[in-house]
């Protein structure tokens, strides 16, 4: 996980690259290279008289071994690329590993207005009207690496602006098949089109009927910029992820014409999340995915990491895959309409986070609760923030939960049973239970660890002041039963996470039964 401190522009002959590689960079105070003028430099000659006298071939070369040394520079940087660059894959790979590739891209005609006769570029031929239109076609699969796609259609100084908005602050997770951003902005929903694949000409949206005003402003800012755009509204909730929502939703992308370079919107809460990321790793045996969260928990949480899937009957998230959307696009402006009960249990995931790494979040908590329990955008976009950064963190390093992911589910152990032993409904949120589960695994933690008992008095300073874990009655008896069900909880062997100190989680601690059974009555109001 990284900030965004790389950014690379692509695109055909007369998209604007250094031209805008070089307001971008202004606009920063980064600075802005342009790989051909570097080759220049360094060989004394000029690209195309290069690739007149040596051959295309050659000057790939040079090409590639000049944007490694670029690469390699310290500090951050807006590089304006070659237009052929991008056709060679160690190009790609690169590109893709190391920055955040935008894809310049304007309409033809525009394209070569701006070119004119093309007299200095030799890869266009005699016939500049002829050669972008059969460039387009040949780089369209080359293009779409692409992290984000810009119109330059309108003047340099707005594409600029544009490019800057949507990688300002943004997180990069690095993944070994692909790095993706979360973006986190007041106005991000008008630019979730920016993140789709380079050539998808369809969206299936999915979205929750709770959101309707933002549906109808994704749907018309989709629209307006040319994708074919089908909406399914659903009623977000645990009842929509069954295997037959998602088998009607996979036949009514099917009705709607999506082929594999379209893309699944998903527009709502964690359930929404989980099941468009199914559908759209299923479709197709995979299709592109974007996801726009709507609720506070699946900002901080659901929404990051790529584990998708439905429940069964024999209990919850128990069919699915591990899909990586192609980015997670947090507008905090639509929390406006969360009601406050679930909107507060999400606090319970930001307090674990100051819990179990050594953050800026402990600050912001302690500073700034009631600013954030208000809603108060700069407030919740800071926090949204720093928690994506620290779950894409933890993920980025352990994809398919191997080892360190483990430390997200602090306060679960106990969690989990509770919500099993509430029934899995609006008796009990995950949050809330999550909360009690963490109050628990503290009281754990001091006792089995030395935890000092200051931390974790803190984080149940923290929870009561959201209002979480305060009226949970259940009997400790029956809660125990369900974790006695899951083997790895209770007992001597495997099992728990707990703190050394706050910020120093450990996985897999051994907790005796009766150890357990004493932090359950201490949390559990009878
Ligand atoms: N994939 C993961 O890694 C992961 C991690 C944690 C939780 N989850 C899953 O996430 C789900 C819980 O997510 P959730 O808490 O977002 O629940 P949710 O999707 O059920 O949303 C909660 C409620 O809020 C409504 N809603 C959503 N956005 C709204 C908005 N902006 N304004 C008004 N109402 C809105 C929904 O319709 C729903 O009624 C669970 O199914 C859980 O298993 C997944």
Redesign the pocket.
């Known amino acids: 996980m990284s900030a965004v401190r790389r950014i690379a522009l692509v695109g055909l002959p007369g998209s604007g690259k250094s031209t805008i590689a070089r307001l971008i960079a202004q606009r920063l105070g980064w600075d802005a290279v342009d790989i051909d003028d570097e080759i220049a430099k360094t060989s004394g000659r000029s690209p195309a008289s290069i690739i007149t006298a040596d051959g295309e071939a050659a000057f790939r070369d040079l090409e590639l071994i000049t944007l490694e040394q670029v690469l390699r520079r310290p500090g951050p940087l807006v590089i304006a690329c070659g237009g052929g660059l991008i056709t060679q894959a160690a190009a790609r790979r690169l590109l893709t590993g190391l920055a955040t590739v935008v894809w310049l891209d304007a309409a033809d005609d525009l394209l070569i207005g701006r070119v004119g006769d093309g007299a200095d570029r030799p890869m266009l031929g005699r016939s500049v009207a002829a050669a972008i239109p059969q460039l387009r076609g040949t780089r369209a699969r080359a293009h779409q690496v692409a992290h984000l796609r810009v119109s330059t259609g309108d003047a340099p100084e707005g594409v600029a602006a544009r490019v800057i908005a949507a990688t300002d602050g943004a997180i990069r997770i690095n993944l070994a098949e692909r790095a993706y951003h979360v973006e986190v902005r007041p106005g991000a929903l008008d630019d979730v089109v920016l993140h789709l694949p380079g050539g998808a000409t369809r969206v299936a949206l999915l979205a929750?009927?709770?959101?309707r005003p933002a549906t109808e402003r994704l749907v018309a800012s989709l629209r307006s910029s040319g994708i074919a755009t089908t909406v399914f509204q659903v009623?977000?909730?645990?009842q929509l992820?069954t295997w037959a929502t998602a088998g009607r939703l996979l036949a009514r992308l099917g009705t709607a014409g999506l082929q594999r370079n379209d893309c699944v919107v998903a527009l709502?809460?964690?359930?929404?999340?989980?099941v468009a990321g199914f559908v759209a790793a299923t479709y197709l045996r995979g299709i592109a995915w974007v996801n726009v969260p709507?609720?506070l928990?699946?900002m901080v949480?659901?929404g990051i990491?790529g584990?998708?899937g439905v429940n069964l009957t024999r209990g919850?998230?128990l069919a699915g895959a591990i899909w990586q959307p192609r980015a997670v696009i947090c507008d905090p402006e639509?929390?406006a309409?969360?009601?406050d009960r679930?909107f507060r249990s999400a606090f319970a995931e930001i307090v674990k986070y100051s819990m179990i790494v050594d953050t800026s979040l402990v600050g912001d908590l302690d500073g700034n609760l009631d600013r954030l329990l208000r809603r108060e955008s700069d407030a919740l976009t800071a926090a949204i923030r720093e928690s994506c950064a620290i779950k894409a963190a933890i993920v980025s390093g352990d994809e398919r939960e191997a080892g360190n992911r483990a430390v997200l589910n602090y306060g679960h152990t106990v969690g989990h049973a509770l919500e099993a032993a509430a029934g899995f409904g609006d008796r009990l949120l995950?949050g809330e239970a999550v909360a009690v589960g963490m109050r628990a695994a503290g009281a754990l933690s001091v006792q089995v660890l030395g935890c000092p008992p200051g931390d974790i008095a803190w984080q149940d300073e923290m929870i009561g002041r959201c209002g979480l874990a305060t009226t949970t009655v259940f009997d400790p008896g029956r809660v125990l039963d369900h974790m006695r069900a899951d083997k790895k909880a209770v007992g001597d062997r495997l099992g728990w996470v707990l703190l050394e100190a706050r910020g120093r989680p450990r996985t897999g601690v051994p907790v005796p039964e009766h150890a357990v059974a004493g932090a359950l009555d201490a949390v559990l109001a009878r």
């Not at 709502?268 to 989980?274: C, I, L, N």
Request: no cysteine; charged share 25%; glycine share 20%.
């Open positions: 929750d009927r709770a959101v009623p977000g909730g645990e992820k709502g809460g964690g359930t929404v999340g989980d709507t609720t928990l699946a949480d659901s990491g584990k998708t919850k998230n639509v929390l309409t969360q009601d679930s995950h």
